[in-house]
């Protein structure tokens, strides 16, 4: 079991965190290179980027159930079930990742053209998104071995991780992009590729410390690696809602980024822009959030129900701590962070202008992420879903009114986070306050 004390919190998240700020350190370094490449690549690329991950979140949120379930296994000593959890992790994800490739070769480009304004942005998505699309065969592999070592609260092995990916991506968006290091300059596509080897190579690396990690033979993880009915009926019903709301989150947002694109390509960029330094916020975000479903799945499963709301204060405390030291600039100092990302003056000051409006709603979300995530842990994820879904109702309703009706100005336009983040907290608050989420058994 995992102490509840503030440091041994902190070695669960900090590593998730680091992982969570290469990604997004990833995330710039493309934009900013892509940028300075060209403005339309650069356009493209974000946007065909959230179908991208709107695509994958299925694989995420497949993972995270296992996760749950794996945490609290650990917390009821059912370590014989670990290796069929795991087992069927890898089968259901392989179907998964195989359909959602075909989609993804077979339909989505002729999505992309149907509704696109600028033919030209939809064919460069679907170059980007189909290169892509081939590194869900590597998650279908490596967001498992995530989920097993998360619930472990072994954080630092994703970190890892993600440290490798970093590295070799930013290194090979360098050389591919601009035709550097003995490789032709490929721009859009050089992006797609060096994301697609980078994440192959993260891959291989869990699944070397995996074979020879001491956890492997303290679970009996290989030997007991089986498909077991009754564990997929268990992560599809833990696993599933938490798909729902990954996808329909994602994509209402890249729905809204193609109403944009409709409005115009300035206002597109100005939004890629916001996109972009918008992930910095997301690392303690992301961290947390997955430190809130290992403790809160694992103290559940041990039946410790009187530390439940010292975790969640704490994390909570930690979590806007954190969210200062990394964003704090979004407010401070807007102009030199959308300098970093992109660089031409026709953008500058309406991204700076917007970011600075914007940056509170993403501390508003990181009070409110800790109750959505402690429904999650607690393995009552439909209730999740639905939370998720009544808030991207009124952010989607609310972007239609001020994109197509009123025709509002994109500054105005980035209002929908505060109506988002809102009613995700306050329905998350109420459910914890009024119903007998505790009794739930997975």
Known sequence: MLSISYRTILSVALPLMGSSFIQSIVLLTDSAFLSRYSTHDFDAA????????????????????????????????????????????????????????????????????????????????????SIRSYALFFGMIAFPIHAFFLAHGKTWVVLLSALIIATSNIFLDYSMIFGHNGFPTMGLKGAAWASTIADGLGMLFLVVFLI?????????????????WQSMKERFKIGNPIVFQGVLALGIWTVFFTWIEQMGKFELTVSQNIRSIYFLAFVPLWGFAGTTKTYISQYMGAG???????????????????????????????????????????????????????????????????????????????????????????????????????????????????????????????????????????
């Open 46 to 129: 974000g946007n065909a980027g959230l179908i991208y991950i709107t695509v994958f979140m299925a694989v995420i949120g497949f993972s995270d159930g296992a996760q749950i379930l794996f945490a609290r296994r650990i917390g009821q000593k059912k370590n014989d079930a670990l290796g069929r959890i795991f087992g069927t992790a890898i089968v259901t994800l392989f179907f998964v990742a195989l359909a959602l490739f075909c989609m993804v070769q077979f339909f989505v480009p002729q999505w992309l053209m149907s509704y696109s304004k600028h033919s030209d942005l939809a064919v460069s998505q679907s170059e980007f998104i």
């Open 212 to 228: 020879f990690s001491k956890e492997r033979k303290i679970y009996g993880l290989l030997k007991h690696f089986s498909f077991d």
């Open 304 to 442: 410790k129900f009187d530390e439940l709301k010292i975790i969640k204060r704490r994390i909570q405390f930690l979590t806007l701590i954190f969210m200062i030291v990394v964003f704090h600039g979004a407010i401070l100092y807007p102009e030199w962070m959308i300098n970093l990302i992109n660089p031409e003056e026709a953008y500058f000051h309406k991204s700076a202008e917007i970011l600075r409006y914007i940056a509170p709603s993403m501390f508003l979300f990181g009070f409110v992420s800790v109750y959505f995530q402690t429904i999650n842990g607690s393995g009552n994820t439909m209730v999740t879903f639905v939370i998720e879904l009544i808030s991207v109702l009124m952010y989607i309703i609310s972007a239609y009114l001020l994109i197509k009706v009123w025709e509002m100005d994109i500054f105005w336009v980035w209002s929908v986070e505060y109506i988002y983040f809102t009613t995700m907290g306050g329905l998350s608050m109420l459910y914890l306050r009024f119903f007998n989420w505790k009794k739930k058994e997975i």
